[in-house]
């Protein structure tokens, strides 16, 4: 987004529109937006509205903290946040760096880990970069940042309850498993940071205007200003119809699945597959939409994305897809965030 198009901030009054872009971009999966919308309506409330800034408007040498929550979506909802995350985050920030965060920036903007460092930004008065680490949602701790070689380490987790722990790693393989590791010691959620960097890095390494895409998605899909293929940037609708053959390939509906969606006309059948979120569309078989791209499922009626969990036979849904970001199409980043990453092998298929 232009300079003159950004906005210079966020307020009580568009969190709802933000919190609904982080949910398209959830491509069904990021964990509901509903508590840590709250949580973000609340902060701003309190402490006034967060400031947004290009990371060209930072000091070269500005510190930038991609944070957010690690852990599961589920646990996240049954257990309330303390409120001091923010806090002692940035507290062992500085213990180890010896100087202060400068912005914040979600690590994924998707799902509720885009709002959550909007909700931090307000309660340290801290400006939110327009910028994050995915674009999407990403197995493993993926990022951009990586891509471009920056070092996920020193990376800090926080519980909100006074303990604070610093992740050291050798390689990016040996941090994911620390850091999964750490969970069990914070009751299997905590604050976190990673990939810390000054503004000149940031500036080459992040997708950069994404947090105004994700207010301009959400104000669209809350029918206050365009369409959402248009705020997407080139999404297209790929069918409207009644969800049918909703399966899951295992016991637990977290282990992934698929569906059919049967057009309203009753002329195609588009099929849908699925793991934590929604990864592949085929069209009397061939691949339509594919990760990394964005592929959202809308229940036609109320313009609301859908999470995976929410799919019931016969809902009316409108599927819509938008190309990803162009930092996962390279051949990196197809390795990461690829269909094979995934276990599909398109090997053969024709390009869409």
């Known amino acids: 987004m232009s300079p003159d198009r950004?906005?210079?901030?966020?307020?009580?009054?568009?969190?709802?529109?933000?919190?609904?872009?982080?949910?398209?971009?959830?491509?069904?999966?990021?964990?509901?937006?509903?508590?840590?919308?709250?949580?973000a309506r609340d902060a701003v409330e309190r402490s006034g509205p967060v400031r947004v800034v290009d990371l060209d408007e930072l000091p070269p040498d500005a510190l930038v903290m991609p944070c957010g929550m690690l852990g599961s979506p589920l646990v996240f909802e049954?257990?309330?946040?303390?409120?001091d995350e923010p806090a002692e985050l940035a507290a062992a920030v500085r213990d180890v760096h010896g100087?202060?965060?400068?912005?914040?920036?979600?690590?994924?903007?998707?799902?509720a880990n885009g709002l959550i460092p909007l909700a931090w930004a307000a309660v340290l008065g801290l400006p939110l970069a327009d910028a994050d680490g995915t674009g999407r949602p990403m197995p493993n701790m993926a990022t951009v940042m990586g891509l471009a070689g920056v070092p996920p380490t020193p990376a800090f987790v926080?519980?909100?309850?006074?303990?604070?722990?610093?992740i050291r790693a050798r390689t990016?393989?040996?941090?994911?498993?620390?850091?999964?590791g750490v969970l069990a010691g914070v009751g299997g959620l905590g604050a976190f940071a990673f990939e810390l960097m000054e503004a000149a890095v940031a500036r080459r390494a992040a997708l950069r205007g994404t947090v105004s895409r994700a207010l301009a998605i959400?104000?669209?899909?809350?029918?206050?200003?365009?369409?959402?293929?248009?705020?997407?940037?080139?999404?297209?609708?790929?069918?409207?119809?009644?969800?049918?053959?909703?399966?899951?390939?295992g016991p637990e509906q977290r282990t992934g699945g698929s569906l059919m969606i049967d057009s309203a006309d009753g002329d195609r059948s588009l099929r849908v597959e699925f793991q934590e979120e929604f990864l592949l569309a085929l069209d009397g078989g061939r691949v339509v939409a594919a990760?990394?791209?964005?592929?959202?499922?809308?229940a036609t009626e109320t313009r609301r994305p859908l999470l995976i969990d929410e799919l019931r036979e016969d809902l009316l849904v409108t599927a819509i897809v938008a190309d990803g970001p162009a930092a996962w199409r390279t051949p990196e980043g197809l390795a990461l965030a690829g269909p094979a990453a995934f276990g599909f092998d398109l090997a053969g298929e024709a390009p869409r």
Request: charged share 20%; aromatic share 4%.
């Open 218 to 249: 959400g104000r669209a899909a809350l029918g206050r200003a365009g369409s959402v293929e248009s705020a997407l940037g080139g999404g297209r609708v790929l069918v409207r119809g009644h969800v049918r053959h909703l399966r899951h390939h």
């Open 78 to 83: 049954e257990r309330l946040p303390t409120g």
């Open 99 to 111: 100087r202060p965060v400068d912005a914040l920036m979600p690590f994924q903007l998707a799902g």
């Open 291 to 298: 990760t990394p791209d964005t592929i959202v499922l809308f």
């Open 158 to 166: 926080v519980d909100g309850a006074g303990q604070s722990i610093t």
């Open 172 to 180: 990016r393989e040996r941090f994911v498993t620390t850091a999964f």
């Open 6 to 39: 950004l906005p210079r901030r966020i307020g009580r009054r568009d969190v709802a529109a933000f919190a609904r872009g982080c949910a398209v971009l959830g491509c069904g999966g990021g964990g509901g937006v509903t508590l840590a919308e709250r949580l």
